[in-house]
């Protein structure tokens, strides 16, 4: 077990780390510290990566059946402190409790699904000469960097750490340096159940996860976060030759056709624009909504901007938490100022709230263009900025306008233009008439800056194995 005031683990073994910097984290919800935390320095994340490296060949070598059984221990041991680590999770990032043990939820179950596939995971056999056997098998790259976000902490990591290690890498996990306690507990349970050094941990600060990505000991850098982080991440690998997979920031759009209900399409905008006060990497970000619609469209979204209960994740009534940051606040803020000082208007919201906390209100904005920031650029906030279009087609063909290609909504009631849309839009999830949801399973690559690579799915045990060929000729006399 860790003592608490262990932040770095390194072939089983927990310590403070050699870094003489540290970082605070506080309560999005108030503003004050929740603890102090070291930034790993260089030579941290070096003995890291060796510890990892040191662990390679036996993991490697493990039957693929220890390792699933040890990956479903692992997932127990998640669900039995699952409440804890939602905690942990409203308190470092402000997320609603509901919202957090959901995550915790989906995590635990990611878990499991990878302990059930990993074992089946491999390749296949080729049909060469009847005194030759020719097949291709599936290996482990060997060491994997993980690197995560805050905004959903515990998901996204069991899903990268899962697929990792169940076929057999070892890991260095850094976590955000906003979730540094939630990435210490899961590191905590997940590791009591794997061979030391197959799970290790580095906190720390973008300077720290460069040292990461850019170890020329690591084989493979997982990473989800920000277009910025991921451009960084791609120039390393590039030197190092790890292999980079990226899930990187979006601007989702949504198109609203004609002939939708305008209260039933203003809900789905909502839900896309302002759960988890839009820190939500397929949050939609832009909306284009069709004229005939509009008015009432607006109207409906507005009012239920207004009447959504803001206030602390730890309280059950809540329903927008506080972004997880002051320092994110002020982006997002700055985002809407530059809006409405460019022509936009704000229906509600668009203000910074008195009193402690890195509260924002839910945001509404019409009379945007695509020039602005706002539609253009990933905001990840409670802001929903709206263009009001004449045609669906005007709508598509605005949505299909980006660099940046993670997901797509479009609601509508006509088939034809649900045809169009899926098959048009440069996307890697494409949802017609529900912002979120979908059937288990399905996996996407990114288009554009938002990535590269699967990064959740049954297709992630791919990307974390390399294929080799083997040609297996009898002795000839």
């Keep these: 077990m860790r003592p608490r005031d262990m932040w770095m683990l390194a072939g089983g073994r927990w310590s403070q780390g050699a870094g003489d910097r540290m970082f605070t984290v506080t309560d999005p919800a108030n503003g004050e510290p929740l603890g102090v935390v070291p930034v790993c320095a260089a030579g941290d994340v070096g003995t890291a990566v060796a510890a990892a490296g040191d662990a390679a060949p036996g993991w490697m070598a493990a039957p693929a059946a220890e390792r699933g059984a040890a990956l479903r221990a692992a997932a127990r041991a998640v669900e039995e402190r699952g409440d804890e680590l939602a905690a942990l999770v409203t308190a470092e990032m402000g997320k609603p409790t ?226 997880v940051d002051e320092r994110h606040r002020a982006q997002v803020h700055e985002q809407v100022e530059k809006a409405v000082a460019d022509g936009a208007r704000v229906l509600t919201g668009g203000h910074v709230p008195d009193g402690p906390g890195s509260f924002y209100p839910a945001t509404v904005l019409t009379g945007c263009t695509d020039a602005m920031a706002v539609m253009a650029e990933e905001t990840f906030g409670p802001v929903a900025p709206v263009r009001t279009v004449a045609t669906f087609d005007e709508g598509l063909d605005a949505a299909r306008r980006s660099r940046y290609g993670l997901a797509a909504t479009v609601l509508t009631r006509d088939t034809a233009h649900a045809q169009a849309a899926w098959r048009t839009l440069k996307a890697g999830t494409v949802k017609i008439n529900a912002v979120f949801g979908g059937a288990p399973g399905g996996a996407a690559t990114p288009r554009r800056v938002s990535g590269q690579g699967f990064g959740y799915g049954p297709e992630l045990l791919d990307e974390m194995t390399a294929v080799k060929v083997v040609h297996l000729q009898n002795v000839i006399p």
């Design 98 to 323: 509901g919202d957090a043990l959901g995550g915790v939820e989906a995590g635990i179950a990611t878990l499991r699904q990878y302990a059930e596939l990993g074992p089946l995971h491999g390749g296949r056999s080729l049909q060469g000469g009847w005194d030759a056997a020719d097949f291709m098998v599936r290996e482990p790259h060997g060491t994997v960097a993980v690197i995560t976000p805050w905004n959903d902490p515990v998901a996204i990591a069991c899903g990268l750490i899962g697929a990792a290690v169940v076929t057999g890498n070892t890991v260095v996990h850094k976590p955000s340096e906003r979730t540094p306690h939630t990435g210490a507990m899961l590191a905590e349970l997940l590791a009591g159940h794997l061979p030391d050094g197959v799970l290790n941990l580095v906190t720390g600060d973008g300077e720290t996860g460069e040292a990461l990505a850019g170890h020329r000991g690591v084989d493979v850098v997982a990473h989800v976060g920000s277009t910025r982080a991921g451009r960084r991440i791609a120039e390393l690998t590039t030197r190092t030759g790890a292999k980079a997979l990226l899930e990187n920031g979006g601007a989702d759009p949504l198109v609203v056709d004609a002939g939708v209900d305008p209260s039933w399409a203003a809900g789905q905008a909502a839900t896309g624009c302002f759960a988890n006060a839009g820190q939500i990497c397929t949050s939609v970000e832009r909306v284009y909504v069709h004229e005939a619609v509009a008015a009432g469209f607006l109207d409906a979204l507005a009012d239920r901007a207004r009447t959504m209960r803001m206030g602390a994740g730890a309280d059950p009534s809540t329903e927008l938490g506080p972004l």
